[in-house]
């Protein structure tokens, strides 16, 4: 196994499947599938996951909405899909734990660093939700966040197409993939790997970024393994 502990960084949208809004329970069995394969093979994994099927905050301002207050109906949004994945990870007979950064007792335990890291170190799947817990901050950096402080080897971002391109590869057939990127020339690039807050602390912190599709089975597995899925980017 290449890497051991594992940041895995969902998007609300991928829960959706082909849905508009909300969540498709074939898809979340099917990531759940993909998360207990990679925990039987030894793995340690965590789960940063976003709420965009439910509630996007940007959207939603521009409404009327005070931006502060938007920002933590999307981190409820993320608790809610955490429920969810939780569920159906535990019917794959893999335990887990569902934090969040906002107190919600009766339903998650507080995030806590040390509490997390032995949770992994028993095997058990700890998803992370209510992003940061602040404001102005997006799941992205949410899932550097946690990365850092677990200890992560390497966060993986799944996403409905297989890696980083130099232009959106479903609106341009010519757009060329790159199979490893240095962060210094994603930035020369202007390449949106993540924000820009998660992408400059996760180069701070050394801690590479694998982009892959996570809707293909065993690209999780495979990844845990070493082989060469998707896009990294690293110093």
């Not at 920002?71 to 934090?99: F, W």
């Not at 040390?114 to 209510?130: D, N, W």
């Not at 892959?212 to 999780?220: C, G, M, P, Q, V």
């Amino acid at each position: 196994m290449k890497y051991k502990r594992i940041l895995l960084k969902l998007s609300g949208e991928a829960l959706m499947g082909s849905q508009s809004y909300g969540i498709d329970h074939q898809k979340l069995k099917q990531y759940a599938i993909e998360i207990k394969k990679v925990v039987d093979f030894g793995a340690e994994l965590a789960v940063v996951i976003g709420g965009g099927n439910i509630f996007r905050g940007l959207e939603n301002i521009k409404q009327g909405i005070d931006r502060v207050q938007a920002d933590y109906m999307g981190m409820l949004a993320t608790v809610i899909n955490g429920l969810a994945l939780q569920t159906a990870v535990e019917k794959q007979g893999i335990p887990t734990r569902l934090q969040t950064a906002i107190d919600i007792e009766a339903i998650a335990e507080p995030f806590i660093k040390r509490r997390a890291v032995r949770h992994l170190e028993k095997k058990r799947v700890v998803i992370f939700g209510a992003g940061t817990g602040n404001p102005f901050f997006t799941t992205d950096t949410a899932a550097v966040l946690r990365a850092i402080e677990i200890n992560a080897d390497v966060i993986l971002k799944g996403t409905r197409v297989d890696g980083v391109y130099d232009s959106d590869p479903q609106k341009n057939k010519l757009a060329i993939k790159f199979d490893s990127l240095s962060f210094e020339d994603a930035l020369k690039k202007g390449i949106k790997v993540m924000d820009t807050t998660a992408f400059t602390l996760s180069q701070e912190n050394k801690l590479p970024i694998i982009v892959f599709e996570i809707n293909k089975n065993d690209n999780l597995m495979r990844i845990a393994k070493g082989e060469k899925i998707g896009t990294i980017v690293h110093l």
